[in-house]
């Protein structure tokens, strides 16, 4: 789950409610067994991009965000649901901002296990 928030919205009075909505869904999640993972992410500032370069070029680094966008990913839950269904009602219940977005994307687990050494992945 990655959370998004809008940081040109301005000042946001409900911030410190928001925060311990977070609190309290991350431990209500957490004595579930169903959360992995959580964080929150800086604000944007002091963000590099590192983009890959021409085969065999160098990457190149450049500061700020990958995309123009308004929205800038902000945390992120990793979470482990048996359904879609299941994950889409635990993102409801995650407190964002005015214009706030909660994507889901599950984790594609065959590659990550081959990285990890602990199964085969074939293209």
């Given at each position: 789950?990655?959370?998004?928030?809008?940081?040109?919205?301005?000042?946001?009075?409900?911030?410190?409610?928001?925060?311990?909505?977070?609190?309290?869904?991350?431990?209500?999640?957490?004595?579930?067994?169903?959360?992995?993972?959580?964080?929150?992410?800086?604000?944007?500032?002091?963000?590099?991009?590192?983009?890959?370069?021409?085969?065999?070029?160098?990457?190149?680094?450049?500061?700020?965000?990958?995309?123009?966008?308004?929205?800038?990913?902000?945390?992120?839950?990793?979470?482990?649901?048996?359904?879609?269904?299941?994950?889409?009602?635990?993102?409801?219940?995650?407190?964002?901002?005015v214009g706030g977005v909660v994507e889901l994307r599950p984790v594609n687990e065959e590659i990550t296990d081959a990285v990890r050494g602990d199964a085969p992945y074939r293209i």
């Amino acid at each position: 789950m990655l959370i998004y928030n809008n940081p040109g919205a301005g000042p946001d009075p409900e911030a410190e409610a928001r925060l311990q909505g977070h609190v309290t869904l991350f431990k209500e999640l957490n004595e579930a067994g169903t959360v992995l993972s959580s964080a929150a992410l800086g604000d944007g500032s002091g963000v590099l991009t590192v983009r890959a370069g021409a085969r065999g070029g160098a990457p190149a680094v450049t500061d700020g965000p990958f995309l123009e966008a308004k929205e800038l990913l902000a945390g992120y839950y990793l979470v482990d649901c048996e359904t879609p269904e299941e994950a889409a009602a635990i993102a409801a219940r995650i407190p964002c901002g005015v214009g706030g977005v909660v994507e889901l994307r599950p984790v594609n687990e065959e590659i990550t296990d081959a990285v990890r050494g602990d199964a085969p992945y074939r293209i």
